[in-house]
């Protein structure tokens, strides 16, 4: 039960561009229409992302060794870059600032929402 509920604050962070559509619907050219559509496109994106990634980082390393519980590590898409090659352990370091600025963008976005 403790991992659904650590779990919920990624998840609204993590769907911050439907809030953004919404907050902006009335600068929005035929709102009814546009507003639906973007939601659903946004919802769609994000999980299809989501579901790469999941699927790419517990795919390449099993959940044991991704786990913090046993001893893993708390950023697991960054865990599997740096430990995948050699060659992409460049790569560590840009993911730690992307996941930096998205958070940053994200919270941005539900301030303006506010």
């Known amino acids: 039960?403790?991992?659904?509920?650590g779990?919920?604050?990624?998840?609204?962070?993590?769907?911050?561009?439907v809030i953004a559509?919404?907050?902006?619907?009335?600068e929005i050219k035929n709102p009814g229409k546009n507003?639906?559509?973007?939601?659903?496109?946004?919802l769609f994106?994000?999980?299809i992302v989501y579901l790469l990634?999941?699927?790419?980082?517990?795919?390449?390393?099993g959940w044991q060794e991704i786990n913090p519980q046993s001893g893993g590590y708390y950023a697991p898409l960054q865990f599997a870059v740096a430990n995948f090659s050699g060659s992409t352990a460049?790569?560590?370091p840009l993911i730690s600032v992307a996941a930096l600025l998205?958070?940053?963008t994200t919270m941005l976005v539900l301030v303006m929402d506010a």
């Open 53 to 61: 990634i999941l699927f790419s980082t517990y795919g390449a390393f």
């Open 21 to 26: 559509i919404a907050s902006v619907a009335e």
């Open 35 to 42: 507003v639906p559509k973007a939601i659903s496109y946004a």
């Open 90 to 92: 460049w790569l560590s």
């Open 7 to 17: 779990a919920i604050p990624q998840a609204m962070l993590g769907y911050g561009s």
């Open 1 to 5: 039960m403790s991992g659904i509920i």
């Open 45 to 47: 994106i994000t999980v």
């Open 102 to 104: 998205a958070l940053t």
